[in-house]
C-alpha cells in the first residue's frame, strides 16, 4: 500500500515497501510521473502489505518516514541534505507493535505517530509518540485509549492528523462486540487527550475483524470529517452528527481542498471517487486507495493493482 505527503516546494513524495525495502520515489509535476525508486532501507521482517506498509509524512524539518516489522518494532527515517539517516526507535518498550499498524502525520514542527500496542497486557490499544526535531528522536510513549471492553480492534490501522496544536486520531474500538469507530482530540499538542468519541449512530456487531480503518481529514476552518465502512457500505461523518452513505465498498480514504471533500474507496475491484459536487467516476482497476492535496486546485489518488502502484490527479 502506497503512503504520500505533499511537500512544502510542491513535490510529492511517496513510500511504499516491496518485500524488506523501504522505498522512496518523488514527482515533481503534480503527480503525472515519479522519479525511479530508491531504497531508504532494507528491513529483515518489514511489514509491506495490507495497510502495514511504511507511513510519511512533512514537517517544518523535512520528510519523516515510518515503518513497522513484523517482531513489533517502528523504525523511523528522516532526510537531511538529500540522504535518510535513521532516526531513534519510536516504541520505547521493544516489540509492543506486533500487528504493524500504524499511522504518522505532521504539522509544522511537529509530528505524531499512533500505533496499535500490546504492551503491559498483550492486549491492542493505542499508543501515540510525538518528534519535535522531525523524526530525529521521539519522545516518552503515550497510551491514548485502552478500550473498557478489552481490546482496541486488532486488524485495522489507527489514522492521526496533526493540525497545529490539535491532534485527531481515529481507530476502529471493539465494544459489546461492535466494531465502531472512535475519535479521540487533543488541543495541547498531545499532552493530553479529550475521551473518546464515538462516530455514527449505527453498530457494527461482528465477531471478525474487517481489516479497515477508514481516513480521516480536518479542513482550514477545523472541520473533522471521517469516512469509514461498516458492514459493506462506506459513510462519512462529522463527529456528533448523523452518519451519511456514500455507496457500496471499503477501504475508503478522504482528503480536503478548499473547505471541500473527496473521497475515494474499493468497489468491486475498482477504484470510485466521489468529488464535493457529488458526482463520481472509476479511477482504475485496484484496492486500498489514498488520496492527498496536492494544491489549491489539484488533489491525487494513488493505488494498489497487481503490485503496481497507479496514480490519477484530479482537478478541483
Request: with cysteine.
Amino acid at each position: 500500500m502506497p503512503a504520500l505527503a505533499a511537500g512544502s516546494n510542491g513535490t510529492i513524495d511517496l513510500v511504499y515497501g516491496i518485500g524488506d525495502s523501504i522505498m522512496f520515489s518523488e514527482s515533481s509535476d503534480m503527480g503525472q510521473s515519479f522519479s525511479p525508486p530508491l531504497v531508504i532501507d532494507v528491513v529483515p521482517g518489514l511489514y509491506s502489505y495490507a495497510t502495514r506498509g511504511p507511513q510519511i509524512a512533512v514537517s517544518k524539518n523535512g520528510l519523516i518516514v515510518t515503518a513497522c516489522t513484523s517482531k513489533g518494532n517502528i523504525i523511523s527515517y528522516y532526510k537531511t541534505n538529500g540522504k535518510w539517516q535513521k532516526g531513534s526507535l519510536i516504541n520505547d518498550i521493544a516489540d509492543v507493535a506486533p500487528e504493524g499498524l500504524m499511522d504518522l502525520s505532521a504539522d509544522g514542527n511537529r509530528a505524531f505517530a499512533v500505533w496499535l500496542d500490546i504492551r503491559g497486557n498483550h492486549k491492542n490499544k493505542i499508543v501515540g509518540a510525538r518528534s519535535d526535531d522531525g523524526g530525529k528522536t521521539w519522545l516518552r510513549n503515550q497510551i491514548i485509549y485502552t478500550s473498557p471492553d478489552s481490546v482496541v480492534c486488532g486488524c485495522c490501522k489507527p489514522s492521526v492528523n496533526v493540525q497545529g496544536q490539535n491532534i485527531y486520531i481515529m481507530f476502529r474500538n471493539w465494544m459489546n462486540g461492535n466494531r465502531d469507530l472512535y475519535l479521540i482530540r487533543s488541543n495541547d499538542g498531545g499532552a493530553s487527550f479529550a475521551d473518546a468519541q464515538k462516530l455514527g449512530n449505527g453498530n457494527w456487531k461482528l465477531d471478525a475483524c474487517p481489516m479497515d480503518g477508514g481516513g480521516l481529514a480536518v479542513d482550514e476552518n477545523g472541520k473533522v470529517e471521517t469516512v469509514w465502512r461498516r458492514k459493506d457500505t462506506v459513510y462519512s461523518d462529522v463527529p456528533g452528527a448523523r452518519e451519511t452513505g456514500l455507496g457500496k465498498g471499503r477501504n475508503c480514504t478522504v482528503a480536503t481542498i478548499k473547505n471541500k471533500f473527496f473521497y475515494a474507496w474499493s468497489e468491486s475491484s475498482k477504484i470510485k471517487l466521489l468529488t464535493p459536487d457529488g458526482n463520481s467516476e472509476i479511477l482504475g482497476n485496484g484496492m486500498l486507495p489514498v488520496l492527498i492535496p496536492v494544491n489549491n486546485n489539484h488533489i491525487i489518488c494513488t493505488w494498489e493493482n497487481d503490485k503496481q502502484i497507479h496514480a490519477a490527479v484530479i482537478q478541483l
